[in-house]
């Protein structure tokens, strides 16, 4: 039987461990309840003997001896996970434990939502019966046994796992997320709003908070190898109405969204530099970090990318190479808050900022939010949604700030009752042709 489906057995032997304390003590039903524990692993343990032998593994065991190091702290452990698909495209995580503690996490890729909840339930075997709190432990479990590591799929799920790890330790000490990653280096989070490419909603933003913003290329689709000098200024065109619209006083960055060609994007960039966008993300696709340099180097505007970047080791050759000094990972795929802290750190070593990527929903920004509270060198945090509708108190933007929560673990209530009309979805990524001669292009 699948540890997701398990619920009934968990529940069985927590009644079994209530009539055990009786006849045991308190104290006497934990040492009872180790040493059946023990039991339990040299009974699993001798099964795979003869397989690690075969393959010279003879050193190697399936229990770690980091989960009963003694008297450190009181018994938790995962029970159950649960996933849920979201409205508009999103995908929920619940982890429960024996304690009554949940932690929420949100392990997508966009557009293969049900993909990612296999891989959660495949990964998440792993965690049942450990404890949730020891999370760098389980993050380098999780990645490192699996002999095809990275890739968007599995570093989402163990985003979204790690989200609810950190969530559960928090609430297991009662203090949010930033305090445990070593106090706030702030009092509040910046964020920015999508504007699209349209005037008038940059107004509309303005109005309700935010003075940061994100827009995209005008008819990106349409450049073409080389675009023509009209796409050029129309795109510009757009970009300096935009500026315009929202005053100087405003920050406004551009997406590429690696959808343009290295050629094309040398033109485009050269007729923003004028405008002075907070930065120009994704101006090619991110396969090529040495064309990404010499952009980078043939321009003044800041270069972004980060959010199709997975763990460390995919952000190492941005930095050392010079391809942008603003980094977006994703804390929903490039490896959860764990991952991206060290990201944080590996950007501050090259005087490069972090923007958290997000354009998914409420627990992945209030995961990025609880990062943006801790590091040093944070610029500003992209959001799609405040939570109207997810949680029972959403995020409140004043001034183009949100103030840091005080809750803890994530700092955030899911409003699962809210979530009841919202369940359900399958979204998928837009499938786009040239008008022109019907060949396909990048979404």
């Not at 389980?138 to 790890?165: C, E, K, N």
């Not at 060290?342 to 990025?368: F, R, T, W």
Request: charged share 25%.
């Amino acid at each position: 039987m699948s540890p997701f489906n398990s619920h009934r057995q968990v529940s069985r032997r927590l009644f079994q461990h209530s009539l055990l304390a009786v006849a045991f003590g308190g104290t006497g039903v934990l040492s009872y309840l180790h040493g059946q524990d023990q039991r339990t692993r040299s009974a699993g343990s001798s099964q795979s003997a003869g397989a690690d032998a075969r393959y010279g593994n003879e050193q190697r065991i399936d229990h770690s001896s980091v989960e009963d190091i003694p008297h450190r702290r009181e018994r938790i452990r995962v029970t159950k996970f649960e996933t849920f698909l979201v409205q508009p495209r999103w995908l929920f995580l619940k982890v429960h434990t024996d304690a009554g503690l949940v932690g929420w996490g949100e392990p997508i890729v966009e557009g293969r939502a049900k993909t990612c909840a296999a891989a959660v339930e495949e990964i998440g075997r792993y965690l049942i019966g450990k404890d949730p709190r020891d999370i760098v432990h389980h993050w380098q479990a999780m990645y490192r046994h699996a002999f095809y590591r990275g890739g968007p799929v599995l570093t989402s799920a163990i985003s979204g796992i790690d989200q609810a790890l950190w969530d559960i330790k928090g609430k297991a000490l009662g203090i949010p997320v930033y305090e445990l990653l070593g106090g706030p280096t702030r009092s509040r989070v910046r964020v920015y709003a999508h504007v699209k490419n349209d005037p008038e909603l940059l107004k509309q933003r303005k109005s309700e908070g935010f003075r940061a913003f994100k827009t995209g290329v005008l008819n990106g689709t349409d450049a073409g190898m080389v675009a023509s000098r009209q796409f050029i200024r129309e795109a510009a065109d757009n970009f300096a109405a935009l500026r315009e619209a929202g005053g100087d006083d405003v920050d406004i960055g551009i997406d590429f969204h690696g959808a343009i060609t290295p050629q094309t994007a040398k033109l485009l960039i050269k007729a923003l530099e004028p405008h002075q966008p907070l930065f120009i993300e994704e101006p090619i696709a991110c396969q090529h970090v040495d064309l990404m340099a010499g952009i980078a180097r043939g321009t003044h505007l800041p270069i972004a990318t980060g959010e199709r970047i997975f763990t460390k080791w995919g952000f190492r050759e941005i930095l050392e190479k010079g391809a942008a000094t603003i980094l977006q990972p994703d804390l929903c795929h490039a490896g959860g808050i764990t991952e991206c802290r060290l990201i944080a750190g590996m950007a501050e070593a090259y005087y490069a900022a972090i923007a958290p990527h997000n354009p998914l929903g409420p627990i992945s920004l209030a995961s990025g939010i609880q990062l943006a509270a801790a590091i040093p060198n944070f610029l500003c945090q992209e959001q799609v949604s405040l939570g109207e509708g997810y949680l029972k108190q959403p995020f409140v933007v004043k001034d183009g700030y949100v103030e840091l929560p005080t809750a803890p673990g994530l700092g955030i209530e899911v409003d699962e009752a809210a979530l009841q009309d919202k369940l359900g979805h399958d979204w998928i990524n837009k499938q786009t042709f040239d008008r022109r001669d019907g060949s396909v292009l990048d979404w």
